[in-house]
């Protein structure tokens, strides 16, 4: 009987503590959230023998398939695939020329740099195995068994002591054979470490000092610093020798560490100093003694075999067979209600409360204890304060009242109490999620309605959905909606013309501004105008909190951002993330009270020390590679090339960053041609076209927080020879020269040409004056009026009016003509015709004539020098026909060619022109000058041709053609 009491009083203690300690445990403690990267995330290995950092920020794993490059986001392998000659890589070492040396059993060893695989062969072609290094400048070299190796000329140059030399030692130092040796090419040292004793040597194996130590079991590692140390771990116990003051320092790193067993513990020389790594944590020798700069995780006890520490505060562990680990230790944050969704926070009367899904309402009091005061309800819609009097909740169950020590409850149906306000014509509070009161007003929301108590009156819209937040700004009720804010007014809805269509989730009046959350657009602030906070852009904005006169934080999907008030507007200030120590980015609300900020997030309550914030990790900007003009450049700070035209410009590059790399936005300029920054969606910047001149490329990253990395590169495009400002001056002095001389050629030119063309219009006039003469000679004139004589002897009055007539309106014609240039075709042929009625009268049937016009010709349009014709006929009249036995025929034919082109034949059957030539006062030659004047004059341009009708006849005939092309 007593033997059960005493066991159900131990089950009931043992339940009791483990409730107790379940409570603690699941209500505050210390976050230590680890992310972890295995193959799954881009390691070629899980298997991870080491972890190192480059000047640049990038992360380095040596693992047993290869070797990965982390930036924060990415990893990079390294493998035989990729120029490795081994992908089982023990040892990494980073030299700041920017090498970063592989190590493992192999033929070749070498190092990777920007990017590139650099291997060398041994010097004998054998496998070399590297145990222990020395450092020489910005070079690495090892130990393997008895050699030592040292880069030279692309080959691994080997040092050994010669058998004849170890042989000597062997019996001369201990019979029993050594348990290590190290040997450094750069200087005569030699130093042999038997079970109990250090000898160093010179090259001459002559004893320089010779040291008793504790008794080494196992091979040690050992490293030479060039001139100055040599260090050696054996055990536990570690050596550091002074090569020029010969003295040796003993540390039993059992007891300097204050550790007990040490496991799996190595050393490396980083930064300029010696670096203890292992399960135990990761520590630097200073002054003797060994400090510790990482503890070690009780959580990763077991499978951790190094720590590292990156530039921006992160601890990199690395395991044998499970990847690594990463933990940010700079920001410690304290947390309660782990795993839970902490909805609401709210600080009154001095305490913090807080609203936890499916949980209820909890107190959080100064020590971080929490108790449960009530309300298990599964969503929290609206919990704030009413001044002192009490909390005004609003959930999925209860609307509610809490003056600190009792609940004023009220069912969704029914009245609502506000502030000891009866309203009794109150409307159906089902699924009601806002509330807000104005004095005696107050106004409440839901998904498919409105009401309003105002003055004592009652307005309800129903089925108006989205209402999901309220606010009074400059004495007017400002609605959220999902279609964007709305203005309360004389009970109506009026839209505003800002945001449209746009989901508000929270509105808050803050000094003079409206701040203005929304689902994915970020946050705005409303003064004067609407006016966006760039930072928060694509953020869904939960609450707006007021923390004191000059901030405001607000609480999204991807974590807490600080707004401060510049005095006419609000400006970004800090950001809280995951990377800085919150347990989820998703916040609800915050809360922050003296130097803490309070982050109710999905993952439960957040609490950090806003002094402690290590927030400034800035990103690094790293150029891994620049083409221009198809030359590949690396890592210049000015690149000058010389002018191929288009000038293609190709710029890669890369980010280190460890914290939130996702969240970086790139930008460029490029100077003098931009001064904006402009978006770049990659990493990757390519440009053509550009002119000879100097250009400085400029990449900005922008973090939250405000960390920043701007990297810029100029490049100077020469111009070619001929481009050159002093050939182009030569050369416009030549060619303004050569302009001169032209010009002035044209100009000496166009005034002979318009003086000879003025000579020819004046001799033009004068041969028209003299052909107006020969068409009016005395001859015609006299054998005119004889042939109206004897019209008029004859008795035939009737034919020598008409002749009369004929020649009064020829002679009417010719003066009307004889000062034009050019007439039409038209009328060039009535004056012909004239012309040829009168001297068809005269000869009677004794000639026929006949004019031909091709219809295609337009007559009316068509132009030709004045009274050429009329001549030529004149020729055909009086030396062809008029000598001709018999009837005599002209036929004159006019022929298109062309648009501008025609022709004129006149053909008669005459005695022909050979008897012409004596006939020096005769038209001919006149007519020769004057188509050569017309020609010159550039109007017209005239061809003659003349031949007979038939050579071989008694009566030749001639045929004149006249080629006639209208220049203008």
């Not at 009245?415 to 009161?437: P, Q």
């Not at 950001?575 to 347990?583: F, K």
Request: net charge neutral.
């Amino acid at each position: 009987m007593i033997f059960s009491t005493i066991t159900k009083l131990l089950r009931l203690h043992i339940c009791l503590f483990l409730c107790i300690a379940g409570v603690c445990m699941s209500n505050a403690g210390f976050s230590q959230e680890f992310i972890h990267y295995t193959q799954d995330n881009g390691l070629p290995s899980n298997k991870v023998y080491m972890v190192t950092l480059d000047k640049d920020g990038f992360i380095w794993c040596a693992t047993d398939r290869g070797i990965a490059m982390y930036n924060g986001e990415n990893f990079t392998t390294y493998t035989t695939k990729n120029g490795l000659p081994l992908n089982d890589i023990w040892k990494l070492y980073y030299t700041d020329d920017g090498k970063m040396w592989y190590f493992g059993r192999s033929r070749e060893l070498g190092y990777i740099q920007n990017g590139k695989v650099y291997r060398f062969p041994s010097e004998d072609g054998n496998v070399m195995n590297p145990t222990r290094y020395f450092f020489y400048g910005k070079s690495v070299g090892f130990f393997d068994t008895f050699c030592s190796f040292y880069l030279l000329n692309g080959t691994w140059r080997k040092l050994c002591l010669d058998p004849q030399k170890e042989n000597i030692a062997r019996e001369r130092y201990d019979n029993r054979g050594w348990i290590s040796f190290f040997g450094n090419p750069i200087i005569d040292r030699i130093i042999l470490g038997l079970k109990n004793r250090m000898i160093v040597l010179n090259n001459n194996l002559d004893i320089i000092s010779s040291f008793s130590i504790p008794e080494i079991n196992v091979a040690g590692q050992g490293i030479f610093i060039e001139r100055e140390y040599f260090y050696l771990l054996a055990d536990h116990i570690f050596y550091q020798y002074n090569i020029n003051a010969h003295t040796l320092r003993i540390i039993d790193l059992e007891k300097d560490l204050q550790q007990g067993k040490l496991q799996d513990v190595y050393f490396f020389f980083e930064n300029g100093s010696i670096i203890l790594n292992g399960a135990n944590g990761k520590y630097k020798l200073q002054e003797g003694h060994f400090i510790q700069l990482i503890k070690p995780f009780a959580s990763m006890e077991s499978i951790a075999k190094g720590y590292f520490e990156d530039n921006g505060g992160n601890v990199w562990i690395n395991t044998f067979n499970d990847g690594i680990y990463k933990y940010a230790t700079y920001n410690n944050s304290t947390t309660l209600f782990m795993g839970q969704d902490v909805q609401k926070l709210r600080h009154w009367n001095g305490e913090l409360h807080a609203a936890i899904e499916n949980s209820g309402l909890y107190t959080i009091n100064t020590d971080l204890t929490s108790k449960f005061i009530g309300l298990d309800s599964l969503y929290f819609y609206q919990l704030d304060s009413l001044g002192s009097d009490s909390l005004k909740i609003l959930t999925d169950r209860d609307f509610c009242f809490y003056d600190g020590t009792v609940f004023r409850r009220q069912s969704h149906r029914g009245l609502a109490y506000m502030v000891g306000l009866k309203i009794n014509a109150f409307h159906n509070l089902t699924s009601c999620k806002y509330l807000f009161n104005d004095g005696e007003d107050f106004y409440a929301a839901a998904s498919n309605f409105f009401v309003a108590y105002v003055k004592g009156k009652t307005i309800i819209h129903q089925r108006r959905p989205g209402i999901y937040s309220i606010e009074k700004y400059k004495d007017h009720i400002i609605l959220g909606t999902t279609s964007g804010p709305k203005l309360f007014w004389h009970n109506n809805f009026i839209d505003i013309n800002y945001l449209n269509n746009i989901s508000i989730t929270t509105l808050v009046r803050y000094k003079d501004y409206l701040l203005v959350g929304t689902d994915g657009y970020g946050a705005y602030f409303y003064k004067e105008g609407l006016h966006k906070i760039s930072s928060t852009d694509g953020l869904i904005i939960y609450h707006f909190s007021l923390c004191d006169n000059n901030s405001v934080w607000l609480s999204s999907n991807f974590g807490a951002h600080e707004l401060l008030d510049a005095g006419d507007r609000l400006v970004p200030g800090r950001s809280i993330l995951r990377s800085n120590g919150l347990i989820s980015n998703i916040v609800n609300d915050i809360v922050v009270l003296n130097d803490s900020i309070y982050c109710a997030t999905d993952k439960g309550l957040c609490i950090l020390n806003l002094n402690a914030l290590r927030l400034k990790d800035n990103p690094n900007i790293i150029f891994t590679s620049i083409s221009v003009n198809d030359s590949i450049y690396q890592r210049h700070s000015k690149i000058v090339v010389t002018n191929k035209g288009n000038n293609v410009i190709n710029l890669n590059f890369d980010i280190t960053y460890l914290n939130e790399h996702k969240q970086l936005k790139n930008y460029y300029k490029i100077e003098p041609i931009s001064s904006n920054w402009e978006h770049l969606n990659s990493k990757n910047l390519s440009l053509g076209g550009l002119k000879p001149g100097e250009y400085t490329i400029r990449i900005r990253t922008l973090g939250y927080n405000g960390n920043f990395d701007e990297e810029s590169i100029s490049i100077v495009i020469k111009p070619r020879w001929f481009e050159r400002t002093e050939f182009i001056v030569v050369m416009s002095l030549l060619g303004f020269g050569v302009v001169i001389l032209v010009v002035f050629l044209v100009a000496s030119s166009i005034i002979k040409k318009r003086n000879s063309r003025y000579k020819a219009e004046n001799k033009l006039i004068n041969m028209e004056l003299y052909a107006l003469r020969s068409k009016l000679n005395p001859h015609f004139i006299f054998n005119t009026f004889n042939s109206i004589q004897l019209f008029i002897n004859n008795n035939e009055k009737e034919l020598s009016e008409k002749y009369l007539v004929l020649l009064s309106k020829h002679i009417r014609n010719v003066f009307d003509y004889s000062h034009l240039q050019s007439i039409t075709l038209e009328k060039e042929i009535g004056l012909l015709k004239d012309y040829l009625d009168i001297e068809k009268i005269r000869f009677g049937e004794k000639i026929f004539i006949e004019i031909i016009v091709d219809p295609r010709i337009n007559i009316k349009n068509t132009y030709i020098p004045s009274m050429i014709l009329q001549p030529h006929a004149e020729n055909s009249l009086a030396h062809g026909l008029f000598h001709k036995e018999g009837r005599g025929h002209l036929i004159i034919e006019f022929n298109y060619v062309d648009n501008k082109t025609y022709q004129v034949k006149i053909v008669d059957d005459g005695t022909g022109f050979v008897d012409k030539e004596s006939d020096k006062i005769s038209s001919t030659q006149v007519i020769k000058e004057r188509i050569n004047l017309i020609n010159q004059t550039g109007e017209f341009f005239i061809k003659k041709e003349k031949t007979y009708l038939d050579e071989n006849k008694k009566d030749k005939g001639t045929i004149i053609i006249l080629t006639i092309r209208h220049e203008q």
